[in-house]
């Protein structure tokens, strides 16, 4: 009984070792093949942004709800803004008071005074000239003729700073008015700030503020992009950045669409790597995009970098380092290789579509 049993394993066991021992073999292919370089990214909104405040508050109210469709300048919420609304009234009341118009009793002051020294410096002229006259008929003392003379140019002298006093009061004014006016429309426009408006059309996608919780300039509020179309925003590894170009064809798979391929195309390179992930990113645009997309969409993709309609082909299991092959007799053959995908490898030379190979044991 012992016996038999040893007898039965070890029969399995050779009958086991044999199928082991077996290597898998095939024959090179003619097929189409594709070289691609890896990426992977997310699904954007064209045109999408994050919008900011600038300036600091508390949310008061929400004017928009995710997935409304606003338009340029349309408000999306507003911050408490009783100090702003104070600061404008104060800027607009100074602005009044400062109105060259609201100054009219002070220019009216000014003219009276010029018509005042200008007639006293008449009056003087006229009375100096008859004492000239006297004096030069030997009437008079010449004492009297100085202090005709004095009079005369002391009254020039009033007349003259009555003019500049009021030319000075009217650049004073008038620069008064300006920078008040100045002050109103900052004030008036910072009152503005505390209504955080859209910068284009299209969807809101996120409202990442409540009512009641504090926004500063440093965290965006909202999440707003083009409401129907969308783009791909992928990274490239440093290594395989030489290779892509504006223009090249894109298959990519997406979680959201289980099981379906779709197309794009790349639009532009950015040309500055990210320190951090040693990658760079790669604008695309789909060529017929899915029926219903989100912002942030995560997305697999490959970019074809050259394609062969007709090639022969061997799995890349089936390769060995160096670019050698093991044939059916166990010989290792040199060969010439071509374009390469995550399966596939092209056989340029070295290898006919008769012959077999081995594929190597692991």
Do not use: H
Not at 203 to 232: H, W
Not at 258 to 271: D, R, T
Not at 280 to 296: C, D, H, M, R, Y
């Amino acid at each position: 009984m012992i016996k038999s049993i040893l007898l039965q394993v070890i029969i399995v066991a050779l009958l086991l070792f044999s199928c082991k021992s077996k290597q898998e073999t095939i024959q090179p292919v003619e097929q189409k093949i594709s070289e691609s370089v890896y990426a992977s990214g997310i699904i954007k909104s064209k045109n999408q942004y994050e919008v900011f405040s600038l300036v600091n508050g508390l949310v008061e109210k929400l004017l928009v709800s995710e997935g409304d469709m606003i338009k340029n300048g349309d408000p999306i919420l507003q911050l408490s803004n009783t100090t702003a609304q104070l600061n404008a009234e104060n800027a607009r009341i100074t602005a009044d008071y400062a109105a060259v118009a609201a100054n009219n009793e002070k220019i009216n002051e000014g003219k009276i005074s010029i018509d005042l020294a200008k007639t006293k410096m008449q009056n003087d002229a006229s009375l100096l000239q008859r004492q000239q006259n006297l004096w030069a008929q030997q009437i008079g003392t010449r004492n009297e003729l100085d202090m005709r003379e004095l009079s005369y140019k002391s009254s020039v002298n009033a007349y003259e700073s009555a003019r500049l006093r009021l030319a000075e009061l009217q650049k004073q004014l008038s620069f008064q008015a300006k920078q008040s006016q100045k002050n109103l429309q900052i004030s008036t426009t910072q009152s503005g700030d505390y209504i955080i408006k859209s910068n284009a059309n299209g969807r809101v996608y996120s409202i990442l503020k409540e009512k009641g919780e504090m926004v500063n300039t440093q965290s965006p509020v909202a999440l707003v992009g083009d409401g129907n179309a969308f783009s791909l925003e992928l990274q490239v590894d440093e290594y395989d950045i030489a290779k892509v170009k504006p223009g090249q064809k894109i298959v990519l798979s997406m979680d959201s669409y289980k099981g379906q391929v779709f197309e794009a195309v790349v639009e532009k390179v950015i040309p500055v790597m990210n320190e951090r992930s040693k990658s760079f990113t790669i604008e695309a645009g789909f060529v017929k995009q899915p029926a219903s997309l989100f912002p942030n969409l995560s997305c697999e993709a490959n970019i074809i970098i050259r394609e062969k309609e007709k090639a022969l082909t061997i799995p890349r299991a089936y390769l060995l380092e160096g670019d050698f092959v093991l044939l059916a007799n166990k010989e290792k053959r040199k060969v010439t290789t071509g374009l390469k995908d995550y399966k596939l490898v092209e056989i340029i030379s070295g290898l006919n579509v008769n012959e077999t190979i081995l594929k190597p044991l692991q």
